[in-house]
C-alpha cells in the first residue's frame, strides 16, 4: 500500500511538472501559422543598401505598442516596442532581418530582405 501511494505522489509530480512545462513552452512558442497578410509590412526605409552604411528597417500594420524583438543576419538583436531596427552589414548580398512581433501570447514572425552592394 505504501509503495502505491508512493508510485501515485511521483506520478501527480511528473504530471504537473509537465503541465507547467508546457504551459510555459506554449506561451513564447513562435507562431508561423498566423497569416498577417496586408497587416504588418517590413522593409528597409531606403531601398539602395551599402556595406558600412546603416540600413534602417521598420515595420508597420501592428497595432501600438507591440513588444517586437529584431535580428539579423549580421548577428545583431535588439528588443524594442515596434518602430525601426538599424544594422550595418559588412558583406554585400542579400540579407534578411527578422521581426519577431508579440501578439498576444504569440509570437509571430515577419521578414525584411534587401540586397547590400
Known sequence: MRLASIAIGI???VAVGLYLGLAGFQQYAVESSRSL???AVCAPQRPDAVTGR?????VTGLPD????????DEGRSEVAPGGTFSVTF????????SAFALLGDTWTRITCDVTVR
Do not use: E, I, N, R
Not at 546603416?54 to 521598420?58: K, L, Q
Not at 505598442?65 to 539579423?72: A, M
Open 37 to 39: 497578410a496586408g497587416q
Open 90 to 97: 559588412a558583406t554585400a548580398g542579400m540579407k534578411s532581418v
Open 54 to 58: 546603416p540600413v534602417v528597417f521598420s
Open 65 to 72: 505598442g507591440t513588444l517586437v524583438h529584431w535580428s539579423s
Open 11 to 13: 506520478m501527480l509530480l
